[in-house]
């Protein structure tokens, strides 16, 4: 089955720097790649997320890059802000398989003021 | 739209006792899932559910159940609750374009 790893367990950034979370995959099958943001004490909430048929896709500060042959996609945040201190996930699944989500261990992301 | 509601929040059972978490969604979501999360694990699918009537395993699925009798309620039950079973707990319904939208987790502690 599918195994998604994920580096780093947890990342401090100076506000205004960049973040980079990066992700891997075991099933060549799988292609369909979200990233979910876990503030505490709550749900975690879907934030971006990319197919296999795009290498990049970018939502303001916010990027996810693809790449399928090496199997790995990668969460950039630019500008950092306090409010971007959270617990970030990637997942990934096939969309012939009901989206059942195989989730990365998650990293925390501290950015300080 | 309340969107995914889940009940308990809390809930401490002693070994070997039996639950159910309770869920519902009022999104009109065909798809329906169980997630476990553990300190520093990510979440791992327990079961999931494409549509009243039809439910599967998922990672994680020995020592519960789930039924889905209608579109809107997918409950999870625990029987024999073992320390183990000690995690949060995450119900999520989602869309045909494969956006999970989660409730706010039902902690669960089996002493």
């Known amino acids: 089955g599918e195994n998604v790893e994920q580096h780093p367990s947890t990342l401090s950034v100076q506000e205004g720097d960049s973040a980079v979370i990066k992700c891997t995959y075991s099933?060549?099958?799988?292609?369909?790649f979200p990233w979910y943001k876990q503030e505490l004490g709550k749900g975690p909430q879907l934030i971006i997320d990319i197919r296999s048929n795009v290498g990049e896709k970018k939502d303001q500060r916010i990027a996810v890059t693809l790449n399928k042959t090496a199997k790995h996609f990668s969460l950039h945040i630019t500008e950092t802000q306090p409010e971007d201190s959270a617990v970030y996930f990637c997942?990934?699944?096939?969309?012939?398989?009901?989206?059942?989500?195989?989730f990365g261990s998650g990293t925390r992301l501290l950015v300080r003021p | 739209n309340a969107g995914v509601t889940q009940t308990p929040k809390f809930r401490i059972l002693k070994i070997g006792q039996s639950m159910t978490l309770q869920c519902t969604q009022d999104?009109?979501?065909?798809?329906m899932y169980w997630y476990r999360q553990d300190p520093g694990m990510g979440l791992k699918l327990i079961y999931y559910?494409?549509?009243?009537?039809?439910?599967d395993k998922g990672e994680v699925p020995n020592g519960y159940n789930v039924s889905r009798s209608t579109t809107e309620d997918f409950p999870l039950r625990l029987e024999l609750a073992a320390p183990s079973q000690t995690s949060v707990y995450f119900c999520?319904?989602?869309?045909?374009?494969?956006?999970?939208?989660f409730g706010e987790g039902s902690r669960l502690t089996v002493l």
């Open positions: 999104m009109n979501h065909n798809y």
């Open positions: 997942a990934a699944s096939r969309t012939d398989s009901s989206y059942k989500l195989i």
């Open positions: 999520a319904g989602g869309n045909s374009g494969g956006e999970l939208f």
């Open positions: 559910s494409v549509g009243a009537g039809i439910t």
């Open positions: 099933d060549s099958a799988s292609n369909y």
